[in-house]
């Protein structure tokens, strides 16, 4: 089965410092990315996501994120922080399985702390 | 656009009782509907895959006669704890999928949890 790892369970920050969250993910066929965000008390949101094309995508306020193949990874980038990034981000994966399937399998999260 | 609620938020229950959460996606419809736990600091662990009018499938080692699916509508899926014990206790997400396919893969928008005590 295939698996997610999340590498930095907790990261400190201070405002302005850049960010990059690791996700590795162990399935050797073609799979879609995502990362997730959890703001505190609040419910799971898409960030951005990868199917094919360009490695490199943009998400929802300033992240992105690179697919490297050969690496099996999929960081999640951001050049400066703020308070507001204060969330739990969680990397998945969803295997593109013959015959279809939307199943995601997720990281264990991690827990960024941006302080001012 | 693109909600899903859940119902209740927090319930809290005696060991041996059954609860029931509610999953509804407010303003789309879905044919299929996710159901995850959360272990605290950990992952989010998916349960089963609930299809409209149809069993659910349940993922290598959940119990189905204990956690009991039933999606009656395009809108709603409910998870039924069975005699819920202390162990059972825990968070558990719903997420849905828009009924209409808009390309490769339909995104899942998830509910906002409800947190399960048993004691």
């Known amino acids: 089965a295939q698996s997610v790892s999340q590498h930095n369970h907790h990261v400190i920050l201070s405002e302005a410092a850049s960010l990059e969250l690791g996700c590795n993910y162990s399935y050797g066929g073609t799979v879609n990315l995502f990362w997730y965000v959890q703001y505190p008390g609040q419910h799971l949101q898409l960030l951005l996501k990868?199917?094919?094309?360009?490695?490199l995508v943009k998400g929802i306020k300033g992240f992105e994120a690179e697919f490297i193949k050969s690496k099996f990874s999929f960081n999640l980038r951001k050049p400066s922080v703020q308070w507001s990034d204060t969330a739990e981000y969680f990397c998945?994966?969803?295997?593109?399985?013959?015959?279809?399937?939307?199943?995601?399998?997720f990281g264990t999260g991690t827990q960024l702390k941006v302080e001012l | 656009g693109a909600v899903v609620s859940q119902h209740p938020s927090w319930v809290i229950c005696k060991s041996g009782t059954s609860v029931k959460i509610e999953c509804r996606s407010l303003?789309?419809?879905?044919?299929?509907m996710f159901w995850y736990r959360q272990f605290p600091k950990q992952s989010l662990m998916l349960m089963a895959t609930s299809n409209e009018g149809s069993k659910a499938t349940y993922e290598q080692g959940v119990e189905k006669d204990k956690f009991l699916i039933n999606h009656a509508s395009l809108t709603l899926s409910t998870l039924t704890v069975t005699s819920a014990h202390p162990e059972d206790s825990s968070f558990y997400i719903c997420?849905?999928?828009?009924?209409?396919?808009?390309?490769?893969?339909?995104?899942?928008?998830f509910g906002p949890g409800t947190r399960l005590t048993v004691l």
């Open positions: 990868y199917f094919s094309g360009d490695p």
């Open positions: 997420s849905a999928r828009d009924l209409v396919e808009r390309g490769p893969y339909n995104e899942q928008f």
């Open positions: 998945a994966v969803n295997p593109i399985l013959t015959g279809g399937g939307n199943k995601l399998t």
């Open positions: 303003d789309f419809q879905a044919t299929t």
